[in-house]
């Protein structure tokens, strides 16, 4: 079964709207594999600016969260429509920084992923274990556990569409990856979780490494048979750094 590689950029709360139409234009200069696709998730206040500087390009949009309702008397969120009529394709949801510093739980995670499909957004679900969990041996009931809450109501159908990120919450912006090997295992564990339920989708689902991508150890991740790409944040910055990550995952 073959999926088809996918390479994202977190920018998480970096670049104004200058700033960021400046890197797509950067990246479309760029030679990109079309073998490999591509998205970037600019914050907010630059997704309608950026889906311009898009226009006619094959790399998506995406954000990087939204809130579950559709609109209503909910002060300073963002809803699915909002992100669709801005041009986005994915949303990533249940990013460990939402979960460590905006009280994030896999039940408020689970309720925006249905709102996602609602809305013909494709999520990118993140999961991942934090340091202590890791050490106490707890990875893959951790793991298991975030996977399994925010899917068990998807259909087949959508769990074939599904991005997924494995994103170790002691890798992300640590300057310290996993080594290839075991996110290739947690991966591994991750699609058996959803194929639990799901049977033969999840073949189809994409799963990406993410923490500490870096151009020089993404060959080591995307050579790796369970994992389809990457979702990149301090990387993803930089344009030429950004290019050379994707072009290893070609
Ligand atoms: P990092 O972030 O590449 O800076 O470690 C990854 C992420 O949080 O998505």
Redesign the pocket.
Known sequence: MSRRPLVAG?W?MHKTVADAVRLIEDLRKAALPANVEVAVCPPFTALADSARALAGSTIALGAQNMFWEAQGAFTGEISAPMLVAAGCRYVILG???RRQFFAETDASVARKIRTAYAHDLVPIL?VGERLKEREAGRTDHVISEQTEAATAELSGEQVRTLVV?Y?PVW????GRSATGEEANRVIGLIRRVLGGRTGDASAQTRILY????TPDNAAEFFGQPEIDGG?????SLDASKFTAIVRAAR
Do not use: M, Q, Y
């Open positions: 977190n998480k990013h460990s920084e993140c990120a994103e890798a992300i912006g640590t993410g923490g500490s991508v979702l990149i944040g301090g990387a």
